[in-house]
């Protein structure tokens, strides 16, 4: 018999998201579902961890090669995106291969000091060997500001 309680352990203090990334491109974009139209990206200003984990899902080529965090003043991401983390180059080049990484908002608080940018979002940005290929991003956003019930959705449909 399942449990009755209902316990809100991690995802009250966690916030979760899994996005299907379709760059429509071999070049770096942010994790998009749509060729890069609709960004995912996070408000550091609501959490101090950051972590971004993309898996391969759907290969014509090699698969995810690059994985970065970027962080920009604006959620359009369109001007002085700043790196805060990179992979290097990785093979992802099978279903289920994944890559991971990770920041704090300490970090980009340096790195908008450093550039003279006032970042704020952060966001994964992905190259993958082929414009077919395609990824499932998760995001997992920790040290939240205010705990609660219900940061991260039960279901999406």
Same mark, same amino acid.
């Given at each position: 018999?399942?449990?009755?309680?209902?316990?809100?352990?991690?995802?009250?203090?966690?916030?979760?998201?899994?996005?299907?990334?379709?760059?429509? $491109?071999?070049?770096?974009?942010? *994790?998009?579902?749509?060729?890069?139209?609709?960004?995912?990206?996070?408000?550091?200003?609501?959490?101090?961890?950051?972590?971004?984990?993309?898996?391969?899902?759907?290969?014509?080529?090699?698969?995810?090669?690059?994985?970065?965090?970027?962080? *920009?003043?604006?959620?359009?991401?369109?001007?002085?995106?700043?790196?805060?983390?990179?992979?290097? $180059?990785?093979?992802?080049?099978?279903?289920?291969?994944?890559?991971? +990484?990770?920041?704090?908002? +300490? +970090?980009?608080?340096?790195? /908008?000091?450093?550039?003279?940018? /006032?970042?704020?979002?952060?966001? /994964? &940005?992905?190259?993958?060997?082929?414009?077919?290929?395609?990824?499932?991003?998760?995001?997992?956003?920790?040290?939240? &500001?205010?705990?609660?019930?219900?940061?991260?959705?039960?279901?999406?449909?």
């Amino acid at each position: 018999m399942a449990s009755s309680q209902s316990s809100m352990k991690l995802f009250s203090d966690l916030g979760v998201g899994i996005y299907d990334h379709d760059p429509a $491109a071999n070049t770096a974009v942010i *994790c998009s579902a749509d060729g890069g139209t609709t960004l995912k990206y996070v408000d550091m200003s609501k959490c101090d961890k950051f972590a971004a984990i993309a898996m391969s899902s759907t290969l014509t080529g090699a698969g995810i090669n690059l994985l970065e965090i970027v962080a *920009c003043a604006d959620t359009d991401f369109s001007a002085d995106v700043v790196i805060v983390k990179t992979s290097g $180059a990785v093979v992802c080049d099978a279903v289920g291969d994944f890559v991971v +990484e990770e920041c704090t908002a +300490e +970090e980009v608080a340096q790195l /908008a000091e450093d550039n003279s940018v /006032a970042l704020r979002y952060v966001a /994964a &940005r992905l190259t993958c060997a082929n414009a077919a290929d395609e990824a499932v991003v998760t995001y997992i956003e920790g040290g939240k &500001r205010w705990s609660y019930s219900g940061l991260t959705a039960d279901t999406i449909s």
